[in-house]
């Protein structure tokens, strides 16, 4: 075994198992085939952000559709993280803080994020 594949290695090499196959059919329906996001580095590495924060970025990019307009609900979010609604709410409110985002809607209004 070489020493980068030792137990406890820095060096060591991480493999990403999972139904990657991108196939896009006619008019471009991907049924059956697994979704991605994609955070940025200025949030994915800023310190500053909570791991929930982060997590809830990456819904939020996983949900906009051609284009920076996400309209999904605090709920939603919730349970496709398996958090509470006040931790989903709270991390908005932080990425907003460090202008990751921008809310808006007011009141009972849907909020589009």
Do not use: W
Request: net charge positive; charged share 20%.
């Amino acid at each position: 075994m070489s020493p980068a594949h030792e137990p406890g290695s820095i060096g060591r090499v991480y493999y990403v198992y999972g139904k990657s196959a991108q196939k896009v059919y006619g008019k471009s329906a991907q049924s059956g085939v697994e979704k991605y996001a994609r955070v940025p580095d200025s949030v994915l590495f800023d310190h500053g952000l909570s791991l929930a924060a982060r997590s809830v970025y990456g819904v939020l990019a996983r949900h906009a559709f051609q284009g920076t307009t996400v309209n999904i609900g605090q709920r939603r979010i919730a349970h496709l993280l398996g958090a509470h609604t006040e931790t989903v709410n709270l991390a908005l409110h932080e990425l907003e803080e460090r202008k990751h985002i921008c809310i808006r809607g007011a009141g009972k209004a849907r909020r589009i994020y």
